[in-house]
């Protein structure tokens, strides 16, 4: 009960305050420049990594990131930057 009164609060909050929804719900945001770079905001952590995998930690489910020579040029407690060349994303929840 109390779980559905807070998603029609949030649902609330995101069309009268015009609030992104990557906000309110805890949702990642990916941001893409080609196949070079990705950067992704509001991850819980890496699970695994290597030159062809990341693997993240979602608040709902897992992100994996599959390439070659993948590098994380910058890791902070939310968001994660990473260069090589992106051959796929995966979304599991």
Request: hydrophobic residues 45%.
């Amino acid at each position: 009960m109390l779980r559905r009164w807070n998603r029609k609060i949030r649902k609330f909050a995101v069309g009268m305050l015009d609030l992104p929804q990557d906000v309110i719900f805890d949702l990642p945001r990916l941001t893409m420049i080609g196949n070079r770079q990705v950067y992704i905001e509001n991850h819980r952590g890496v699970i695994g990594f290597s030159s062809e995998l990341l693997q993240l930690r979602l608040s709902v489910g897992v992100l994996e990131i599959s390439g070659k020579d993948l590098v994380i040029r910058a890791i902070m407690p939310e968001e994660v930057f990473i260069e090589g060349t992106i051959a796929d994303i995966r979304y599991s929840g």
